[in-house]
């Protein structure tokens, strides 16, 4: 079998993931439509229990589905999964329901997220105009992944579209609010980033202590609001729960 | 309750089970041991459940002074050992008395040595399961002084061995086609085949680096592919051309290609290949890999079966009483079950 020859030309393409799964990918580039095709797709399946999935997930584009194909033929799965294609455009299909909304305190700039200043230059904006665009987008987590609960968010206006630094940022500390390339992630732990570091919060994607340690799915959304290095110093001081003093509300 | 206390430990020991699955959509990977294959072996010599957690050891083991009488084995790396001085058999089950030492050192051959105890460690549980994920946050290494709690052994059969799979030197790894290989030409991918790497020192539990004479391994269009799911095994290609095996502790999702996947039968292989050993890797139909994977995934349910008593000559032991006391399970009357 050629397993990775799709069978139509152009997109949806489904292909094998070495023996570890089926993934159906949406567009070759990343879009607002294929991200939302990917949530929504997997949702749909998710939603049938095939006895064959063991877990899914979707990613920017595409929505993954592990199979241990050592035991089960791809084939028939492809064909199940062609046959849900074709039942409606999913470039068109709604997000699935029972999305979040988090409104998430945030302090821009500062020491406490020193590249905002740079950031703004390189989008040609002010510093307080870059804080309008940063807390009034709403942004959705276009997939969780790369780290544990991490979200990568979208998507900030074009002028956002800021390339990665050359030189890694060795360290920025759990719940930096970074950006690059119109999206923002949002670190569950200190980790290294290529991205520049522009608001603080107290918001930890994964908190492996509670007991609900992943707070974020794929399709929800973000505002992040801004508030006063003090009123960021009195959140820490005060909420120890690892959500940074963020709101939630159920998106109808 | 029974249990290992730390004496003196490794860089790198950590409690290591199957993993824990079911978390791809929160951005968290399986996890899990390096040699997932030691697992089964040491369950099969102490005749309980390979989910049973094990100690992982890499390079170096440590010390441990049993608490109270525990069954043991020793399997994965050929590590130097001993219990109270004298060495143990590697891939066999042992009585560990109480207050007996067990002292395990540097890795012969391969890389990560498992230390198992009967009815496995009872450590605690992050999300479900004892297996360290240290690039996520759950759990820890081992320290110095750290007492090992055993769940209760239901088991007292010792003295029992196995002849592993060999994967501790290296060699050919065979390899799935996945997402991004036809993205490879097909002279880059020739080329893939006919390199020999070399393990490098840079690896660890999230990736093994590849390290080659010659030039790099490119896609076409390399810098543009979006980010896309991250499976265990996948071959990455970096900016410069460098592969890297992604391991257990591997991120959900990536933006360099992979060229491949590695079969998952032959993933143990890399993790215990010495550093400095050559690999080279073959690719596989996607049938090929299927059916030679399915026949891995009924050897591992099998592994009880190849379990055999140890066969002991009695000129070469240098304490015939003791290790008849210690291991009552060897008998002339004992049925092979294989």
Not at chain 2, 279 to 298: C, G, K, S, V, Y
């Given at each position: 079998?050629?397993?990775?020859?799709?069978?139509?030309?152009?997109?949806?393409?489904?292909?094998?993931?070495?023996?570890?799964?089926?993934?159906?990918?949406?567009?070759?580039?990343?879009?607002?439509?294929?991200?939302?095709?990917?949530?929504?797709?997997?949702?749909?399946?998710?939603?049938?229990?095939?006895?064959?999935?063991?877990?899914?997930?979707?990613?920017l584009v595409?929505?993954?589905?592990?199979?241990?194909?050592?035991?089960?033929?791809?084939?028939?799965?492809?064909?199940?999964?062609?046959d849900?294609?074709?039942?409606?455009?999913?470039?068109?299909?709604?997000?699935?329901?029972g999305?979040?909304?988090?409104?998430?305190?945030?302090?821009?700039?500062?020491?406490?997220?020193?590249?905002?200043q740079?950031?703004?230059?390189?989008?040609?904006?002010?510093?307080?105009?870059?804080?309008?665009?940063?807390?009034?987008?709403?942004?959705?987590?276009?997939?969780?992944?790369?780290?544990?609960?991490?979200?990568?968010?979208?998507?900030?206006?074009?002028?956002?579209?800021?390339p990665?630094?050359?030189?890694?940022?060795?360290r920025?500390?759990?719940?930096?609010?970074?950006?690059?390339?119109?999206?923002?992630?949002?670190?569950?732990?200190?980790?290294?980033?290529?991205?520049?570091?522009?608001?603080?919060?107290?918001?930890?994607?994964?908190?492996?202590?509670?007991?609900?340690?992943?707070?974020?799915?794929?399709?929800?959304?973000?505002?992040?609001?801004?508030?006063?290095e003090?009123?960021?110093?009195?959140?820490?001081?005060?909420?120890?729960?690892?959500?940074?003093?963020?709101?939630?509300?159920?998106?109808? | 309750?029974?249990?290992?206390?730390?004496?003196?430990?490794?860089?790198?020991?950590a409690?290591?089970?199957?993993?824990?699955?079911?978390f791809l959509?929160?951005?968290?990977?399986?996890?899990?041991?390096?040699?997932?294959?030691?697992?089964?072996?040491?369950?099969?010599?102490?005749?309980?459940?390979?989910?049973?957690?094990?100690?992982?050891?890499?390079?170096?083991g440590?010390?441990?002074?049993?608490?109270?009488?525990?069954?043991?084995?020793?399997?994965?790396?050929?590590?130097?050992?001993?219990?109270?001085?004298?060495?143990?058999?590697?891939?066999?089950?042992?009585?560990?008395?109480k207050?007996?030492?067990?002292?395990?050192g540097?890795?012969?051959?391969?890389?990560?040595?498992?230390?198992?105890?009967?009815?496995?460690?009872?450590?605690?549980?992050?999300?479900?399961?004892?297996?360290?994920?240290?690039?996520?946050?759950?759990?820890?290494?081992?320290?110095?002084?750290?007492?090992?709690?055993?769940?209760?052994?239901?088991?007292?059969?010792?003295?029992?061995?196995?002849?592993?799979?060999?994967?501790?030197?290296?060699?050919?790894?065979?390899?799935?086609?996945?997402?991004?290989?036809?993205?490879?030409?097909?002279e880059?991918?020739?080329r893939?085949?006919?390199?020999?790497?070399?393990?490098?020192?840079?690896?660890?539990?999230?990736?093994?680096r590849?390290?080659?004479?010659?030039?790099?391994?490119?896609?076409?269009?390399?810098?543009?592919?979006?980010?896309?799911?991250?499976?265990?095994?996948?071959?990455?290609?970096?900016?410069?051309?460098?592969?890297?095996?992604?391991?257990?502790?591997?991120?959900?999702?990536?933006?360099?290609?992979r060229?491949?996947?590695?079969?998952?039968?032959?993933?143990?292989?890399?993790?215990?290949?010495?550093?400095?050993?050559?690999?080279?890797?073959?690719?596989?139909?996607?049938?090929?890999?299927?059916?030679?994977?399915?026949?891995?995934?009924?050897?591992?349910?099998?592994?009880?079966?190849?379990?055999?008593?140890?066969?002991?000559?009695?000129?070469?032991?240098?304490?015939?009483?003791?290790?008849?006391?210690?291991?009552?399970?060897?008998?002339?009357?004992?049925?092979?079950?294989?």
């Amino acid at each position: 079998m050629t397993a990775n020859t799709p069978s139509h030309d152009g997109w949806p393409q489904i292909k094998t993931v070495g023996l570890a799964g089926i993934l159906v990918t949406f567009s070759p580039v990343l879009s607002e439509s294929a991200n939302r095709a990917a949530i929504a797709f997997r949702a749909a399946v998710k939603d049938q229990d095939w006895t064959e999935i063991e877990e899914s997930n979707s990613t920017l584009v595409s929505a993954f589905f592990r199979i241990d194909l050592a035991t089960h033929r791809p084939e028939p799965l492809v064909e199940r999964l062609r046959d849900m294609l074709g039942t409606q455009n999913w470039l068109d299909a709604p997000l699935p329901d029972g999305r979040t909304l988090w409104r998430v305190p945030t302090l821009f700039g500062t020491d406490r997220a020193p590249q905002l200043q740079e950031a703004a230059d390189m989008a040609g904006r002010s510093v307080n105009e870059a804080i309008t665009d940063l807390s009034t987008t709403t942004m959705r987590a276009l997939t969780i992944g790369f780290a544990p609960g991490q979200p990568y968010l979208g998507t900030l206006p074009d002028h956002w579209e800021i390339p990665r630094l050359s030189q890694i940022t060795p360290r920025v500390p759990a719940g930096a609010l970074v950006t690059a390339v119109r999206q923002f992630c949002l670190f569950p732990y200190d980790t290294p980033t290529g991205w520049r570091h522009v608001g603080q919060t107290g918001f930890l994607s994964f908190r492996p202590w509670a007991d609900e340690p992943f707070v974020l799915r794929a399709g929800d959304e973000m505002i992040f609001d801004p508030v006063s290095e003090t009123e960021l110093a009195k959140i820490e001081a005060s909420v120890k729960d690892g959500l940074g003093g963020a709101q939630r509300e159920a998106i109808p | 309750m029974s249990a290992l206390i730390v004496r003196s430990i490794g860089p790198a020991c950590a409690i290591q089970d199957l993993g824990r699955p079911g978390f791809l959509a929160n951005g968290l990977t399986r996890g899990g041991a390096s040699d997932p294959t030691a697992l089964y072996e040491g369950a099969a010599l102490l005749r309980h459940a390979p989910e049973m957690a094990a100690l992982e050891m890499a390079g170096m083991g440590g010390t441990f002074e049993a608490t109270a009488d525990m069954r043991i084995a020793l399997t994965g790396a050929e590590m130097t050992a001993t219990i109270d001085g004298d060495p143990p058999h590697s891939n066999a089950s042992h009585l560990l008395p109480k207050g007996a030492i067990l002292a395990i050192g540097a890795a012969r051959r391969g890389t990560f040595g498992y230390l198992h105890v009967g009815g496995g460690f009872d450590t605690p549980r992050y999300l479900g399961t004892r297996g360290s994920h240290l690039s996520a946050g759950l759990g820890q290494l081992i320290a110095v002084g750290d007492t090992l709690n055993a769940l209760p052994d239901s088991g007292t059969e010792t003295g029992l061995h196995l002849i592993p799979e060999p994967r501790l030197d290296g060699g050919t790894i065979r390899v799935v086609p996945s997402v991004q290989t036809d993205k490879f030409s097909d002279e880059t991918r020739a080329r893939f085949e006919a390199t020999k790497f070399r393990r490098d020192p840079r690896g660890n539990r999230q990736g093994m680096r590849m390290d080659f004479d010659g030039d790099g391994f490119h896609a076409s269009g390399q810098l543009n592919i979006v980010s896309e799911i991250v499976v265990l095994g996948d071959i990455q290609i970096t900016g410069d051309g460098t592969p890297f095996v992604l391991m257990h502790e591997c991120q959900t999702t990536g933006g360099y290609p992979r060229i491949g996947t590695v079969l998952p039968a032959d993933l143990s292989k890399v993790s215990q290949a010495p550093i400095g050993g050559t690999l080279q890797f073959e690719f596989l139909t996607f049938d090929q890999a299927a059916a030679i994977q399915a026949r891995a995934n009924t050897s591992l349910a099998n592994m009880r079966r190849v379990v055999k008593p140890l066969v002991r000559d009695p000129a070469t032991m240098q304490d015939l009483l003791s290790y008849q006391l210690i291991s009552g399970a060897i008998s002339a009357t004992t049925k092979d079950e294989g």
